[in-house]
């Protein structure tokens, strides 16, 4: 595709949020001249708000961020208090590309806790370790955060790999998650895989990009070769390692169940995408306004059931949930399963609707929470962290009670 210089990116993003896919293409093909006041005058029409970030500017730097707290999510190019934001600088079109990358695909959502990246301080527990460690392999280097809960004696314990939205860090995502309190009551191994902005400057994986869909490449390598350093330091129970993420992390979460099957016995998926929704950044637009194309089949070719527990917001429109609807599709590899649907509310008055598919055995082998009212954040999430909504249900405990009934059997 051709890129002519001097496109506005912001009419692009927003047309595309708006599911005008033709129009927002033809922005950047330049053959859609934009004034700025059309687009004022779409804003104050009532239309939803777009995407909801920060484009680059002398503040920020080249990295789209969060708006702070209590700022408007519009089509006009300045804040609350009315100081210039700063648009993209027109873009020759051999820097397209790397301008796009550098854009948070999964930013936040109005009516959330939290919603800038905090420094969280994450409080422990007597006895209990958040330590700093680091791998590294032919596809580069992480570091990750692992906790480790006050009553562990050197017992084989499960292992849960949490992988961050972005923007987030490992202690922004521990605080707002809650994912250490359920390793406490559990006896169970955390870690916080970190996406540096030398990966992606807005700290996002890269889910969208193809070549970091593949086992044994890229990020996937990485991630997975983290859960196995964990595996060789620490005793783990065998066939006791899951994985889980919210948006971006959570696209990332599903890439690891297709693409590893055999060392993952759960996956949860919050507010993601399924594993081949995209392939680039115009596909990754498209699938996250409207839902991606056919992922049915895993990317590593297994025929397995990944049992997999997604959570989503009815309201989420940064991610539409139709892509929960996906994630469960391409799950799903046995065909005789039970479907119970339950309906009920949190304790902090969102209501939400289980739909549970069982085996033969009455084990969830597949759990979809679609939370109604609820937008881009964790569920259930603690205001500690960025991104999480405490009103709804507990996204955290709900993935490690299904968990925890799943193993690899190797």
């Known amino acids: 595709m051709m890129i002519r210089p001097g496109v506005d990116m912001m009419e692009a993003l927003r047309l595309t949020r708006q599911g005008r896919l033709q129009e927002a293409m033809a922005v950047l093909r330049g053959a859609l001249p934009v004034s700025e006041g059309s687009v004022k005058r779409e804003a104050g029409e009532g239309t939803a708000p777009i995407f909801d970030m920060v484009p680059p500017s002398r503040e920020t730097g080249s990295a789209w961020t969060a708006p702070p707290t209590g700022a408007r999510s519009d089509a006009t190019p300045r804040g609350d208090a009315g100081g210039d934001i700063g648009l993209p600088p027109p873009l020759a079109p051999g820097r397209f590309l790397d301008r796009l990358r550098q854009l948070d695909i999964a930013g936040g959502q109005d009516g959330v806790a939290g919603r800038t990246t905090k420094s969280a301080t994450v409080v422990l527990p007597a006895g209990a370790k958040f330590e700093t460690r680091d791998f590294a392999n032919e596809a580069g280097s992480r570091s990750y955060k692992l906790y480790v809960p006050s009553r562990y004696k050197g017992e084989a314990l499960r292992l849960v790999v949490m992988l961050h939205g972005c923007t987030q860090s490992p202690d922004d995502f521990a605080a707002g998650t809650r994912m250490n309190e359920c390793a406490e009551e559990q006896r169970l191994l955390v870690a916080y895989p970190a996406q540096p902005r030398s990966a992606n400057p807005s700290k996002c994986w890269n889910w969208f990009e193809g070549s970091e869909q593949r086992r044994g490449h890229g990020e996937p390598s990485l991630i997975a070769g983290i859960t196995r350093q964990i595996m060789r330091d620490f005793p783990v129970e065998r066939g006791r390692v899951y ?58 070719g297994s025929r397995i059931t990944v049992p997999t527990i997604v959570f989503h917001g009815d309201q989420d429109k940064t991610v539409n949930s139709v892509n929960g609807d996906q994630v469960i599709a391409q799950a799903r590899r046995t065909l005789n399963l039970k479907t119970t649907v339950v309906r009920g509310r949190a304790a902090g008055g969102m209501r939400f609707l289980r739909t549970i598919q069982s085996d033969d055995t009455g084990r969830s082998m597949l759990e979809q929470w679609v939370v109604q009212g609820a937008g881009h954040a964790w569920s259930g999430g603690s205001s500690a962290g960025s991104y999480t909504d405490p009103r709804g249900p507990d996204a955290s405990r709900e993935m490690v009670r299904f968990f925890l009934q799943h193993s690899t059997g190797i």
Request: one cysteine or more; glycine letters at 18%; hydrophobic letters at 50%.
């Open 243 to 300: 994985v889980a993420g919210l948006s971006a992390g959570g696209a990332a979460a599903a890439i690891m169940g297709a693409t590893y099957p055999d060392l993952y016995a759960a996956v949860g998926v919050h507010s993601g995408l399924a594993c081949g929704a995209a392939r680039d950044m115009p596909s990754a637009f498209a699938a996250m306004r409207n839902g991606g194309g056919p992922a049915t089949t895993s990317a590593h």
